[in-house]
């Protein structure tokens, strides 16, 4: 049973690096000494040189040839298992008056502010543009499914790939966007946020996302309670437009777009 899961992870594996035009290893291929620097230079092969698919058993990763950091993957399993502190701000400015309101997390990258509204009993739909990054999304739910004792986490997750801005009126018809969360990863003050390490690498491939202000007003219109939008600390309104209000925490802060108020539970 577990060969079929490794097999059908490789062969998703094989395909996605065939799509990006970029190799994929196992674990094996890369530790052996056929895995070299000049598999990864030739321009005709490689769009972005030094990104490879990296296949652990299980997990897929993202990483680069020569680098520092860790190559990048999901786990929603140690994510459930040890909870980040501090989410308190997300958790308020999301959650509001409904006791669990359904949440879209449309910009989810690396689903790490998703990982704290499940844990927390939220449901979330996940949109993710760049393939890449929605592979490891993917990846990361296969093995929570599949982990004893996480059913009813598992159950609160999807993703949907694809532009954030074409899925939300979807979503909307769904009954899904109750809250639309965003995170635009280019946070700027005048300069681009400085970024954890381990970010610099999936950055390089993502680019610098969508544009803001079409995704804010798709998001506004989407929306059934409010639009939440992380932002750095001292960085400007998401295209430049004011919020309701402002959670603010030491380096970030959340805008909260309220749109109606919460219907309160008996």
Do not use: C
Not at 10 to 18: F, I, K, P, S
């Amino acid at each position: 049973m577990q060969e079929a899961s490794d097999a059908l992870v490789w062969e998703q594996a094989r395909q996605l690096a065939a799509q990006l035009n970029i190799p994929v290893y196992t674990s094996a291929d890369y530790n052996s000494e056929d895995v070299s620097s000049e598999d990864f230079s030739s321009t005709d092969k490689v769009k972005r040189p030094g990104l490879y698919l990296r296949l652990d058993g299980d997990y897929l990763k993202l990483g680069r040839l020569g680098a520092r950091e860790h190559p990048v993957f999901v786990d929603f399993v140690s994510a459930m298992n040890k909870p980040r502190r501090g989410p308190e701000l997300l958790i308020k400015a999301v959650g509001g008056g409904l006791p669990r309101p359904r949440v879209i997390d449309a910009t989810a990258g690396l689903g790490r502010d998703s990982a704290i509204l499940m844990a927390a009993g939220y449901p979330v739909t996940m949109i993710e543009e760049n393939p890449v990054a929605g592979a490891l999304l993917d990846n990361a739910m296969n093995r929570l499914r599949s982990a004893p004792g996480f059913n009813e986490h598992a159950a609160r997750i999807s993703l949907k790939q694809g532009r954030a801005e074409e899925h939300l009126p979807l979503l909307a018809q769904e009954g899904l966007a109750e809250v639309i969360y965003l995170d635009p990863m280019f946070a700027v003050s005048g300069k681009a946020a400085l970024v954890k390490k381990e970010m610099q690498l999936f950055q390089s491939l993502l680019g610098h996302g969508p544009d803001d202000t079409e995704l804010l007003e798709r998001a506004l219109a989407a929306a059934t309670y409010r639009v939440v939008v992380k932002r750095a600390l001292k960085a400007p309104p998401l295209a430049d437009r004011q919020p309701t209000m402002a959670i603010k925490g030491k380096a970030v802060r959340f805008d909260v777009y309220a749109l109606k108020s919460f219907k309160r539970q008996s």
